[in-house]
Nanobody, 119 residues
Framework: QVQLVESGGGSVQAGESLKLSCKAS????????MGWFRQAPGREREFLGA????????DYADSVKGRFIISRDISKNTIFLQMNSLKPEDTGIYYC????????????WGRGTPVTVSS
């Protein structure tokens, strides 16, 4: 089992930045690819990006490419989501996820952290 705990959510103005963290714990926590999803009000949860277990390979959704950066601190079993130039449409609950199957579906989920971007 892997437990994921997100932190760093909050309220910001449009154009500002915010950095989220997700700490993984559990016997196999360091062995899995990890990533971020977002669920905006009234919308389905969407994939934002993911990083390999080593942190060397990272993939992003087109909607956030160039604005969001995922990084990983292997020593702390933690991944980060640096969000820049935030827009009101980035508002939502941000979820950390780990251990993706071949269809891209995660096995483990965090409980989410809210982000609100005001115009």
């Amino acid at each position: 089992q892997v437990q994921l705990v997100e932190s760093g959510g909050g309220s910001v103005q449009a154009g500002e930045s915010l950095k989220l963290s997700c700490k993984a714990s559990g016997r196999t926590a360091s062995n899995h690819a990890m990533g971020w999803f977002r669920q905006a009000p009234g919308r389905e949860r969407e994939f934002l990006g993911a990083t390999s277990w080593s942190g060397r390979d990272t993939d992003y959704a087109d909607s956030v490419k160039g604005r969001f950066i995922i990084s990983r601190d292997i020593s702390k079993n933690t991944i980060f989501l640096q969000m820049n130039s935030l827009k009101p449409e980035d508002t939502g609950i941000y979820y950390c996820a780990a251990d993706f199957d071949r269809f891209g579906k995660p096995t483990y989920w965090g409980r989410g952290t809210p982000v609100t971007v005001s115009s």
